[in-house]
T-cell receptor, first 112, second 117 residues
């Protein structure tokens, strides 16, 4: 599985875009990058995932560099409810079975 | 559609006891994974079950075990509890087993918070 590195914490002003970086320099060719977030005392919530191309859904956008060694999760208009710990995760198809490794994540604080 | 349900939500045990946690996956999901979350170690993978068989296992001692039933519901057991087992235990389900497809998005339950005294 890819080892991922994220900054431990970030602040973002409410209404502004939050850009959360993730380094996954050891990612292999078949590994997707997944992003989850965890709001205090709840289970992690899936946000988005991608392999090579940039992805967008109703929650966020994911920008993956061409060499796939890093990615950025973008929350276009952060709200106070986006305050959470964001995890960038490497996933692999290991003999047909999935294994997910979470790092420490980035604690995003959205400031009013 | 109901989400992943974990019971109980909170549990207090004493050292040396054993505990069983339960997880009901989203209807139609066949894969269930378990994670332990502590402030110091973050989220750590325990094991994954698919079709009633353990498919993958993290680096935890044999005191941690689990099983999956034919209806995909899963239980996790911890024997001879230690103080360090105090944690939030999370269950996640996905439609299918490993593979690089969108079917393998994991959906998490709210967790069971275990306190060992």
């Amino acid at each position: 599985d890819a080892k991922t590195t994220q900054p431990p914490s970030m602040d973002c002003a409410e209404g502004r875009a939050a850009n959360l970086p993730c380094n996954h320099s050891t990612i292999s060719g078949n590994e997707y990058v997944y992003w989850y977030r965890q709001i205090h005392s709840q289970g992690p919530q899936y946000i988005i995932h991608g392999l090579k191309n940039n992805e967008t859904n109703e929650m966020a956008s994911l920008i993956i560099t061409e060499d796939r060694k890093s990615s950025t999760l973008i929350l276009p208009h952060a709200t106070l409810r986006d305050t959470a710990v964001y995890y960038c995760i490497g996933r692999s198809n290991s003999g047909g079975y999935q294994k997910v490794t979470f790092g420490i994540g980035t604690k995003l604080q959205v400031i009013p | 559609k109901a989400g992943v349900t974990q019971t109980p939500r909170y549990l207090i045990k004493t050292r040396g006891q054993q505990v069983t946690l339960s997880c009901s996956p989203i209807s139609g999901h066949r894969s269930v994974s378990w994670y332990q979350q502590t402030p110091g170690q973050g989220l750590q993978f325990l094991f994954e079950y698919f079709s009633e068989t353990q498919r993958n296992k993290g680096n935890f001692p044999g005191r941690f075990s689990g099983r999956q039933f034919s209806n995909s519901r899963s239980e996790m057991n911890v024997s001879t509890l230690e103080l360090g087992d105090s944690a939030l235990y999370l269950c996640a389900s996905s439609l299918d087993r490993g593979g690089i497809s969108a079917k393998n998005i994991q959906y998490f339950g709210a967790g069971t918070r275990l306190s060992v005294l």
